[in-house]
């Protein structure tokens, strides 16, 4: 008889990892589906950004990351809220751990299904717009697509380092040069396949005028998620939730303090 899971590994939390604080909105959205839960939010800023890095250092670094979360956590279940590292080390960390891993790729699927013109665009990192893993998911979901890859490692940067201490026209301005691209190429959806976007999602969005509609994997990840927990008999459905938020490495200054406040994550500082 198949052994039912502890309340111990109920309470568990719920792991979110990425290289900073772009996984944080995928958080948010779990937590309005599963609000009892406890979850804990690990931001590698030591490694940060994993989007310019080779493959195998992206590889490296979710390892050791997630080596680093295990040794002070006991999650139930880890989101590997990134892009990056899920087209290029999703498979090492679900043959690393032996709990459920969900990874959050780019929703290249929803945006064929929302593109009339049969042109979809994809705003990712340097990494993942070169990735083997968008190859697939565009030949599975989206073959007689033309598609448009845009890079914006600047884009990261600014939300990992300046978001908050940042105006909208800054913001806009940023943006711009990505959105033109898309209009000049006539993409009527596009993909933010990079977990940090979807902190500007709603600037581009309004900039882009109806000219594209924005999809990104929130949804569909939370959805996984619920799924996954339902079927390991892992959801905690009574109790107060939690969400403790770790770096891996130290800011000088209290940007994840604030950014903690913001998203109602409680920031504890570099993971122990
Ligand atoms: N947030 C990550 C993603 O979804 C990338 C950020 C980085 O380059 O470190 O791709």
Redesign the pocket.
């Known amino acids: 008889m198949p052994l039912m899971p502890s309340s111990e590994s109920r309470n568990g939390p719920i792991a979110f990892l ?3 604080i ?2 944080i909105p995928y958080l948010v959205k779990l937590r309005k589906k599963l609000p009892r839960e406890n979850y804990l939010y690990l931001a ?1 800023h030591a ?7 080779p493959v195998e250092k992206i590889r490296e670094a979710v390892l050791q990351t997630t080596d680093r979360l295990l040794s002070f956590s006991r999650p139930k279940m880890i989101v590997l ?7 290029s080390a999703l498979q090492n960390l679900r043959d690393h751990v032996d709990i459920p891993v969900v990874g ?1 790729v780019p929703a290249v699927k929803p945006a064929a299904h929302l593109s009339g013109e049969r042109t979809i665009g994809v705003l ?5 717009v070169n990735a083997p893993y968008l190859d697939s998911l565009i030949e599975q979901f989206a073959r007689d697509f033309r598609v448009v890859r845009v890079a914006a ?1 600047d884009i ?1 940067a600014f939300v ?1 380092n300046r978001l908050l201490q940042s105006t909208r026209e800054e913001q806009n301005r940023l943006v711009a040069p990505a959105i033109e691209t898309f209009r000049r190429e006539r993409a009527d959806a596009v993909v933010l ?5 979807t902190f500007l999602e709603e600037n581009i969005r309004v900039l882009a005028g109806g000219a594209f509609l924005t999809v990104d994997s929130r949804e569909g990840v939370a959805n996984q998620s619920v799924r996954v927990l339902e079927k390991e008999g892992l959801l905690r459905e009574e109790g107060e939730g939690s969400a403790l938020f770790y770096t891996t490495g130290s800011r000088d200054d209290d940007y994840y303090h604030r950014i903690g406040d913001r998203f109602f994550l409680d920031f504890r500082g570099e993971a122990p």
Request: with cysteine.
């Open positions: 990425d290289s900073g772009g996984g590698d490694n940060f950004p994993y989007g310019e890095k809220a990134c892009n990056t590292a899920s087209v959050v990712a990192t340097e990494s993942t490692g990261v990992e396949g990079c977990t940090h976007f």
